[in-house]
């Protein structure tokens, strides 16, 4: 059973940074790529950013793009989210996903090739 823990959540100021991390288990983590997503209040689920399995490839939403970085650390079964510059906006849950594939922009773009998810960690931005 694929477990996703993630951890890094929390309350910060406009312009403030946070660094989101989520650890897997029950899988080779090394063979999948991973994504960024999240869900404000009333709001549809929102793709932020994603990673192909060795790092090598990136992809990122418009809202987010030069303000937050994903990475990850095969070694250590962790991806994470540097988040730079938030906003408002940006307050919402956030959770990471495991993809059915290894990498591959048609698949990493796509919410619905994400197979496993995580319970989400809350970010609040204060004004």
């Known amino acids: 059973q694929v477990q996703l823990v993630e ?13 989101l991390s989520c650890v897997a288990s029950g899988r ?16 549809e689920r929102e793709f932020l950013a994603a990673i192909n ?9 418009d809202s987010v ?21 938030l906003k408002p906006e940006d307050m919402a849950i ?5 993809n059915k594939y290894a990498g591959g922009r048609y698949y990493l773009l796509r919410s619905n090739e994400y197979e496993y998810w995580g319970q989400g960690t809350q970010v ?4």
Do not use: E, H
């Not at 951890?7 to 660094?19: D, M, N, Y």
């Open 7 to 19: 951890s890094g959540g929390g309350l910060v100021q406009a312009g403030g940074s946070l660094r």
């Open 28 to 43: 080779t983590f090394s063979g999948y790529a991973m994504g960024w997503f999240r869900q404000a209040p009333g709001k």
């Open 53 to 61: 399995w060795s790092g090598s490839d990136t992809y990122y939403a």
């Open 65 to 85: 793009k030069g303000r937050f970085t994903i990475s990850r650390d095969n070694a250590k079964d962790t991806v994470y989210l540097q988040m730079n510059g």
């Open 94 to 98: 956030y959770y990471c996903a495991t």
């Open 124 to 127: 609040s931005v204060s004004s």
